[in-house]
């Protein structure tokens, strides 16, 4: 790391610890040539995504429609609201481990059935019944039987 005061590169780390939003890691840096002290902020470059809707049309990932999806479908469910955050984390964590720069929204949308699947049943059924367009009630009702068999 170059010295922002005399420009040498030789600096050591004297301090490092997270920086308060646990995102990055916040260091102390010293100059061995002029002794002055700097900080400096690390943290993981992201790549942004793009999501390949049903027309084919690439809009940027939004966090925030998982979070509207997931929340309508476990409305006045008895799920305390700190399990369904940490279920659209776990979502966009597996989304984002699939390491691909476009990915669809029908992988999302599965992504996101087996996950609710996970937490709730009946979060699931609300959830597919939008994502997969259940035409009548005997749609309804197939899925409804294939969780009742598991």
């Known amino acids: 790391m170059k010295c922002p005061y005399c420009g040498k590169e030789d600096t050591r780390v004297i301090d490092s610890r997270p920086a308060d939003d646990n995102n990055s890691i916040r260091r102390r840096r010293q100059c061995d040539k002029c002794a002055k002290r700097f900080t400096t902020y690390e943290k993981v470059e992201a790549i942004p995504l793009v999501v390949v809707k ?6 940027q990932y939004d966090r925030t429609k998982i979070e509207k999806g997931v929340f309508k ?5 008895p799920i305390p609201v700190d399990r369904i955050n940490s279920t659209v984390d776990s979502i966009e964590n597996k989304i984002f481990n699939l ?6 929204s029908n992988a999302i949308g599965e992504i996101v059935m087996e ?18 367009e259940f035409k009548d009630v005997s749609t309804f009702m197939d899925e409804i039987k294939k969780i009742l068999d598991n």
């Open 115 to 132: 996950k609710l699947k996970e937490l709730d049943a009946v979060a699931y059924v609300r959830f597919a019944s939008v994502y997969r």
């Open 54 to 59: 049903k027309d084919l049309t690439r809009e």
């Open 73 to 77: 479908s476990c409305h006045k469910r």
């Open 99 to 104: 390491e691909e720069r476009e990915v669809s």
